[in-house]
């Protein structure tokens, strides 16, 4: 027998219009429940193509926004007028309609680097967004997560552990791939495990059988086996085809 694979919730649907209405009554739900104990309540959105329908469904569900902070798991080093910045994503598809009064908390400032940024942001992210209640990740083809990408720590491995230990010793990190064009900043898995509600947002089948090699397999060194191996609690897997 085999080793046993990571634990890991699954809700499967048939299409990513359903997937987006679940996922934003679940997200909705963790909200006023965070809401209720103590008043205010901080959610972390991933960026890219995926989210923008569960986005706008979000943004539909009656809760009190004004209270909720919205940051995003990771930011390419774009100001947020570009059409890749995921905080453009954020104020595009998310604060409108009942969510428009919700607070966004940036992680990109108008420096050359995102390495000239990383303690403020650093800073006003730990002050005033964790810890997360909700956090949402998305996954690339290549078993990436936030910007936490397989190359982390290529050129200085001590990043690679801060990045992905459960306990690692900072909330953001200013990263650099040679998988995408940018430099990025990211939250880290430390930061994104003070979530006690840990959803993977996946669409497509490439991907699922990339998660599910990551669930299974041992010797697997992908950023999202990091995110199955080291989560306080299982991740809830939302996917659809
Ligand atoms: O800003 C980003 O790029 C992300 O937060 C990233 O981690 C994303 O979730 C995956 O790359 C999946 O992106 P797609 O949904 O576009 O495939």
């Known amino acids: ?28 739900a963790d909200l006023r429940g965070a809401l209720a104990r103590h008043g205010e309540a901080c959610v972390a959105l991933s960026g890219g193509n995926t989210p923008k329908r569960f986005f706008q469904a979000l943004s539909l569900q009656t809760l009190d926004w004004a209270r909720v902070t919205v940051l995003p798991v990771d930011e390419r080093w774009l100001p947020p007028s570009h059409p890749r910045s995921n905080e453009k994503l954020l104020r595009d598809h998310l604060l409108q309609n009942n969510a428009a009064v919700a607070r966004v908390l940036p992680m990109y400032r108008p420096t050359e680097t995102p390495e000239a940024a990383l303690m403020p942001v ?3 992210i730990a002050n005033e967004g964790l810890p997360l209640d909700v956090a949402v990740l998305g996954m690339g083809e290549d078993g990436h997560v936030a910007s936490l990408f397989p ?10 552990e801060i990045g992905l230990q459960p306990q690692g010793r900072a909330p953001v990190i200013a990263v650099r791939t040679q998988a995408m064009p940018e430099p990025r900043m990211s939250l880290t898995l430390s930061a994104l495990f003070t979530a006690p509600a840990l959803y993977l947002h996946i669409e497509g089948a490439n991907k699922r ?4 090699t990551a669930q299974r397999d041992p010797r697997c060194t992908l950023p999202i086996r990091a995110v199955l191996s080291g989560a306080p609690v299982p991740p809830t897997l939302y996917w659809s085809p």
């Open 151 to 160: 190359d982390l720590g290529r050129d200085n491995p001590a990043l690679r």
């Open 122 to 124: 650093l800073t006003r």
């Open 1 to 28: 027998m085999g080793p046993l694979p990571l634990p890991l919730h699954e809700r499967l649907f048939d299409d990513g219009d359903q997937l987006a209405q679940a996922l934003a009554r679940q997200v909705a």
């Open 209 to 212: 059988a990339l998660l599910d």
